[in-house]
């Protein structure tokens, strides 16, 4: 069985472009990857996001680290195996943004 291509990290000019890219997300500045924190009306409606992320998730074979306090999520995207940004944390981000609500 082929092995799958190894994971690109993101190149400079992609860095470059993230808060354009990705408006709501910053970069950490003890890693390399990107996080957001989302606020929701109650505990409910932030475990409701969660399971819709994690769906993302399994499609996008790329899994966030997160956690949850009460109506607060807040998320980090990495690739652990491209040591650090790649197009799958863009991607995810990406699709995590197209399901807020409105």
Do not use: C
């Not at 000019?13 to 890693?31: K, N, V």
């Amino acid at each position: 069985m082929p092995h799958p291509a190894p994971i690109e990290p993101l190149t400079p000019a992609e860095r470059d472009q993230l808060a354009d890219t990705l408006p709501g997300w910053r970069l950490l500045p003890d890693r390399d990857a990107i996080a957001r924190d989302f606020k929701f009306r109650d505990f409910s409606a932030a475990w409701g996001f969660m399971a819709r992320v994690a769906l993302l998730a399994e499609r996008h074979d790329h899994h966030p680290e997160w956690s949850n306090v009460y109506n607060r999520v807040s998320v980090t995207l990495t690739t652990h195996d491209a040591g650090g940004l790649s197009g799958r944390d863009v991607r995810l981000a990406q699709a995590i943004d197209a399901i807020l609500p409105g």
